[in-house]
């Protein structure tokens, strides 16, 4: 009980610290608390350390090159001050893990799949806010056509690079927690290639529901494609993909990829 108290402090002082900054909306900041709980409560230290490798890294390149990023963030979703649906996007598979890590999950597979998890959504937060400053325009992952930055669905060298990059971050922190701790339930050798395997996978998930399911929208002023239900002052109107499926869906979804992949991996 006393780690979920240290859970709350903890994740509401980095919260607080992120919402001051900009980086979460109100609504997300107790989003952030919610999952900060869970994931220390149920899942100890090292998971939680992971979690913030994710949170830090991710709230901190939101801010690189803040100002070349404003017209990506007029359009498209997965930019911005996070909310409560972006938080639990992002955290909401990973508190689960952690509360099932005591009840129905043995430990190492829970801790396999929240590996993967936490690889995907570090792999493609990196993957959005380092690529959508690539010189290169990105290309669709279904069509392989040019598209604008930031659309979902597009792929590029940098945000490729960035995706490695930041799967590695989770990958590195856990293998260090696991030697530290001792633990024994996961292969330390491997657990960089689960986080890296498992990261790309999700996030190449997220790329192909996002060129293909995932709800986009018009805008009526400027013609506009965008994933906003507002643009230009008014409601945009559908285009296509399931109306049900939003990005913090599609997020969540391809973590649950991560998670799986990086679970047979080590399976």
């Known amino acids: ?9 903890t994740s509401a002082l980095v919260a607080g610290v992120a919402y001051r900054k900009g980086s979460l909306s109100e609504s997300g900041f107790w989003g952030a608390v ?5 994931i220390m409560g149920f899942g100890g230290l090292l998971w939680y350390c992971m979690l913030m490798a994710f949170f830090i890294s991710g709230s901190a390149l939101s801010h690189y090159k803040k100002e070349r990023k404003g017209e990506v963030e007029a359009n498209f979703a997965k930019t911005g001050r996070r909310d ?4 639990l996007a992002n955290g909401g598979l990973g508190s689960l893990l952690a509360v099932l890590s005591r009840t129905v999950l043995s430990p190492g597979a829970a801790f396999a799949m929240f590996l993967g998890v936490m690889a995907t959504v570090s792999a493609d937060t990196w993957a959005t806010e380092i690529g ?10 279904l069509s392989w056509q040019e598209v604008p930055p930031g659309t979902s669905g597009g792929v590029s060298l940098l945000g490729t690079g960035a995706a490695v990059l930041g799967a590695l971050l989770v ?6 927690g696991l030697r530290l701790s001792g633990a024994t339930y996961l292969p330390m050798g491997r657990t960089l290639m689960a986080a890296l395997v498992g ?7 997220d790329s192909l529901l996002g060129a293909s399911c995932q709800v986009i929208f018009r805008c009526p002023v400027c ?13 945009t109107e559908y285009l296509r993909g399931y109306r049900w499926l939003n990005n913090d869906l599609v997020n969540l979804l391809a973590s649950g990829v991560g998670g799986l992949v990086a679970l047979l991996y080590l399976a």
């Open 1 to 9: 009980m006393h780690m979920l108290f240290w859970g709350l402090g």
């Open 34 to 38: 919610l999952v900060g709980t869970l």
């Open 84 to 87: 409560f649906g972006q938080a």
């Open 132 to 141: 959508v400053l690539s010189k290169e325009k990105p290309r669709s992952v």
């Open 171 to 176: 990958g590195l922190v856990a293998h260090i």
């Open 199 to 205: 990261g790309l996978a999700g996030c190449f998930t």
């Open 223 to 235: 013609g506009t494609e965008t994933e906003k239900r507002e643009h230009c002052g008014r409601e």
